[in-house]
């Protein structure tokens, strides 16, 4: 079966950490998503990335960064944790070209 | 960019009934058109897809149909079960590997 694996699914952290949420797929797909999900928002894009070393902004990068150095793997970087991040997360994948996406389980993230 | 709309934000419905749930979007170079569901807790799953050289796709109890006029496309859901319970996500992608969600609909099966 194919996956999209998210290292955590509950994370916990403080305001002002510095966090990574880790993303692995074993599809052998170029593209990877990073999605946020907040009740009544829907799924709003952060970051995506179209091959290894590549990334490009979506809706709503502030506060955020990533890292693709491998072809599986996807990582988020919160850079400074606030209150405002704390939300559900979402990795996806995808295969080149118009095409589904499959999604990893999400991390709910809460900063205090 | 593409912007993609879903209406009703909630649908309720009896078990057995048929659910419709109707998206709009933006962009006409839009090729490709999948739908999403979201049970409480889970992942979003692909659940139907359809592309913009058909006009209507089924998979036993759904069904999605596509107008590319008018820019919408509506997924179907015949003999509602409670399993059917969950939010469901359209999207669309002009082809440029990346998929616009609408907000998500939550549809509630009335035992």
């Known amino acids: 079966d194919v996956k999209v694996t998210q290292s955590s699914r509950y994370l916990v952290k403080r305001t002002g950490e510095k966090v990574f949420l880790e993303c692995v797929q074993d599809?052998?797909?170029?593209?990877m998503f990073w999605y946020r999900q907040d009740p009544g928002l829907g799924l709003r894009l952060i970051y995506f990335?179209?091959?290894?070393?590549?990334?490009e902004k979506g809706d709503i990068p502030e506060g955020y960064s990533v890292s693709r150095e491998k072809k599986e793997r996807f990582s988020l970087i919160l850079e400074s944790a606030s209150t405002n991040q704390t939300s559900m997360y979402l990795c996806?994948?995808?295969?080149?070209?118009?095409?589904?996406?499959?999604f990893g389980s999400g991390t709910r993230l809460t900063v205090v | 960019g593409e912007n993609v709309e879903q209406h009703p934000s909630t649908l309720s419905v009896q078990e057995g009934d048929s659910a419709v749930i109707k998206c709009t979007y933006s962009?006409?170079?839009?090729?490709?058109f999948p739908w999403y569901k979201q049970e409480l807790g889970k992942r979003p799953q692909l659940i139907i897809d359809?592309?913009?050289?058909?006009g209507e796709k089924k998979d036993q109890r759904i069904a999605v149909t596509l107008n590319k006029t008018a820019k919408h496309f509506s997924l179907h859901i015949t003999e509602t079960q409670p399993e059917d319970s969950a939010v469901y996500f359209c999207?669309?992608?002009?082809?440029?590997?990346?998929?616009?969600f609408g907000k998500g609909n939550q549809v509630v099966v009335i035992p």
């Open positions: 999207a669309a992608s002009s082809g440029n590997n990346r998929l616009a």
């Open positions: 962009d006409s170079a839009s090729n490709y």
């Open positions: 996806a994948s995808s295969f080149r070209g118009p095409g589904g996406y499959t």
């Open positions: 359809i592309r913009s050289n058909v």
């Open positions: 990335s179209y091959d290894v070393k590549m990334k």
């Open positions: 599809m052998d797909h170029e593209n």
